[in-house]
């Protein structure tokens, strides 16, 4: 059968390709208008082939009152191959007004007048790209037109819908305390957690990253991510259920990775209290440098010797005798300088618990932020942070969730739900 309907397409098409038969890229071109023109009219021909979500002369409303059945209304879609147009039953509710068409929930068609494959292919797209390229990108893939202005409204529903998943898997845990199942069963787990802005219409905020992290039984390293706009506590939750996902509860060692901020040990102290707790060694140093400059100023040699001393010390976990040495410092100076060594001074005797990198090294755990710095930049900054970006927060918001959902491999979960008619 497949035979014969290859046979009479290509009898179709002959003429039109036989100028070019040596260019594979016009042949390509070629068969890929016939097949989106077919594919419209054999999409056009079955879509209403059925009741299209007739379901008897009446249904329940949800205002307890029955809808009755009034007719099958047409309505126009835009598919991946063009614009078709679906008869559905459609139902009516005379006590509060409400219409209702069964097909369109069912169908996960939302109110944007695409496909589910087209709005999945517009969404995916915009992980990574502008609304403006996203359309642009559709015209050339697809030779369909949809606006940034449809694409945004797509991405903001979709996005959405994430961010109200989320927000009930939060509030259901408070009612039945049910804890997400592990998915991996990790010998040691990394959770790391910073911080990166975005420059919203009132002002740059604060997006918080997670990354989870682990190797399994092959060395094969798997990370997962969170990011949201969310005060602290809401974020530490969605880590602290992400990480029990990736096997927090099973794994023999965890290890948490920040910078020291006070709502990183908070929620360090909240979820992951049996966690060893790294002050990462990026922030350390910064900490250190800033003091060298304060001291003998920015590319000065007498700035790197002084810094280097001390990393050395930090290094191979003498911070009881850098602390020493700072305080002795701190006699020589007046000023800022004197109060640049107060603060470094405080850094660290408020983290020396959490920097004792020669123990952490002899156990062999990441003592950096890599992974998280990367995450900042590979989740948030790659899609948010592009030239001339400016975002409500409900684009943000939507946007980085549909990102999120994508980096972590969930995307085909999310569309089974069919998102766009929720």
């Excluded at 589910?116 to 990574?128: I, N, R, T």
């Excluded at 040691?188 to 009132?202: I, K, M, W």
């Excluded at 050395?312 to 007046?334: A, C, H, I």
């Excluded at 927060?393 to 995307?411: E, F, K």
Aim: with cysteine.
């Amino acid at each position: 059968m497949n035979e014969r309907i290859l046979s009479e397409l290509e009898g179709l098409i002959e003429r039109e390709v036989e100028n070019f038969t040596n260019d594979l890229g016009k042949m390509e071109s070629a068969v890929k208008e016939l097949m989106a023109s077919l594919g419209k009219g054999l999409l056009q021909r079955l879509v209403n082939r059925k009741p299209n979500g007739y379901q008897g002369s009446s249904i329940a409303c949800q205002c307890g009152n029955p809808m009755k059945f009034v007719q099958h209304r047409k309505r126009n879609i835009h598919t991946i191959f063009g614009w078709i147009t679906v008869k559905r039953a459609y139902y009516h509710c005379t006590n509060c007004g409400r219409g209702f068409a069964p097909y369109d929930r069912d169908s996960g068609i939302g109110s944007e007048q695409l496909s589910p494959a087209l709005a999945k292919a517009c969404c995916l797209l915009a992980v990574d790209d502008s609304f403006e390229q996203v359309s642009r990108k559709v015209d050339q893939l697809f030779g369909q037109t949809v606006s940034d202005d449809t694409v945004k409204q797509v991405v903001h529903k979709v996005g959405s819908i994430v961010l109200q998943q989320q927000d009930q898997e939060h509030d259901s845990f408070f009612t039945d305390k049910r804890i997400p199942q592990p998915q991996a069963k990790p010998e040691r787990l990394y959770v790391a957690v910073d911080g990166t802005t975005v420059h919203e219409t009132d002002a740059w905020h604060e997006a918080k990253v997670g990354c989870i992290y682990f190797e399994d039984e092959r060395f094969k390293r798997h990370k997962r991510y969170v990011g949201c706009f969310d005060r602290s506590q809401t974020f530490g939750w969605h880590v602290w259920f992400e990480a029990c996902r990736c096997g927090f509860r099973e794994a023999k060692e965890v290890v948490y990775i920040g910078d020291g901020a006070p709502w990183i040990r908070t929620e360090h102290r909240r979820h992951f209290g049996r966690a060893t707790f790294i002050i990462d060694w990026f922030h350390a140093s910064e900490y250190l440098w800033d003091c060298g400059k304060k001291l003998f100023g920015e590319g000065t040699k007498a700035t790197e010797k002084w810094v280097h001393k001390r990393l050395d010390l930090l290094w191979d976990g003498w911070t009881k005798k850098l602390l020493d040495d700072l305080k002795e410092q701190r006699k020589k100076y007046r000023g800022s300088k004197h109060q640049a060594l107060n603060t470094l001074i405080r850094y660290v005797s408020n983290n020396e618990e959490q920097m004792r990198y020669d123990v952490f090294r002899e156990k062999g755990y990441d003592i950096g932020s890599g992974a998280v710095e990367a995450a900042c930049k590979n989740v948030v900054g790659k899609r948010l942070k592009q030239s001339g970006m400016t975002w409500s927060r409900t684009g943000s918001s939507a946007t980085l969730a549909l990102r999120v959902t994508w980096l972590n491999d969930r995307w085909e979960q999310l569309w089974a739900k069919k998102p766009l008619a929720a």
